[in-house]
């Protein structure tokens, strides 16, 4: 099965329940943000420039685990910011287990080696030994940090933790391979850090789910090739959605350079492209979200979007209409539910309903609408992907290896190169910042529209320093 049995059935009940019951619309997955705070700056990330990052603007324990069980939705996803970093991050995830909900701990991996360091600590006995000798042996822990799993003092031991859990996930955020994932989080390290932390959680017996955001820029192939690196890597799933623009930048970047959007943003056409061949990867690989979805992705159909099933909630309340556009916030999941007019959101027929929703396919506005379809077939369709055998891991291979470390690790990553293009005053620059706009691979030229390469050439001749930290 794609996902364990007990999971399964419990988001299967739900929805049974809910139809049975006749409820219009209900909640399938809580995006929960309990802080906007991030240790990344990742290009093109609206949260840490929509929300007040400060540590100060937190959502108590309290209310985030009221959240839950007030929308009662049986997946929560754990997001932000980076959740990590919220004080009661364990706490959080223990109260979540204890109202019996799925969890994903959607990080961007820089903490979770540390996290999961606490987690020996507080748990260490002769049964995690020899699991500790791996780790050292592989270099995911430091014979130092080994001594201190070994020796816990009082307060290591008693500390709340995150343990191994079939009804929890790290989400690992992973962009692409080395070179592209390290520019689009702009920092040099990360992915080499998500990766040593994905065999550490394995090792351990963690569940580890990967997600991928595709941008305008984003090469399929490399997208195949990075899900063949994670299969090896043993990953138990992974989930993938269109990245989208659809806010004032577009106006903007339209306006001030009098450039068509399709040269800049994910249209639908595009995404249809970019996601052509994504039901082959799901025979593939593990591929989370319905087939129906998959078959949106890929153009095959329409689907109406569901964006009340994935509610999100942070420290402003309930955000309505979705994850990606704020019209407003309501104190309560079913005043949000009451007051919003949901029929004026959306694509139907090919019809956007309202202007800023007609280049979207995201997940969270469309995977749900495939996991409720009533149609036969496709209930069919996700009964048979959910409950045939998984894909089986890719091998792992040195070749794969040196495929994903195509950046950094080799002394060629995007800092390098930019900086290269920087002595240079650009000419003769090269490489992934050429497809960021200026030559790529959908076979446009963008002119001199600002890109991420751009704004990274910017910031490194302002000097700033951007350097990898693991805790
Ligand atoms: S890690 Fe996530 S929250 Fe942090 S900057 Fe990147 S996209 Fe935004
Ligand atoms: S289509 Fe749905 S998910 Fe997409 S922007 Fe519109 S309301 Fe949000």
Redesign the pocket.
Known sequence: MRFPLALTTKIAKHIVGHRLRGTPKFAMVLQLEPL?T?????T?????REYSTSLKDMVPLEQCLAAAAECNAPMVSV????PLIYPKIEELVAGLREQGRIIYI???G?FMRKKMREYMAAHYGPSLEPQLVQLVKEGLVTEKEADVIRKPDEAARKKVTIGPSKWHYWNV?VDGLEYTHDL??EREGVFKECVAAIKMAKILGYQVATNT?VYRETDPGELEDMFRFLSSLECDGHTISPGYDYDAAKKDMVKRLGRDPKEFFLTRELTRQKFKDIERWGQMFTIFGTPVYQEFLAGKRELTCTAWAIPTYNVRGWKAPCYLMTDGHYPTYQEMLDKVAWDKYGVVDGVARDSRCENCMVHCGYDPSGALSNKPRDTWLNFKYNFLPRPAPIPSTPELAVKAFNGASIGKGHLAEAKAAVSKELGGAKSVYQRNGHHDHAGTDAGSAPTQRDELLQKIREGQKIEVKSE
Not at 44 to 48: A, D, H, K, S
Not at 79 to 82: A, D
């Open positions: 906007h991030c240790n990344l700056t990742c093109g990330c609206g949260r840490i997001c932000g910011g980076e959607c990080t961007n820089v955020h689009i989080v955001t």
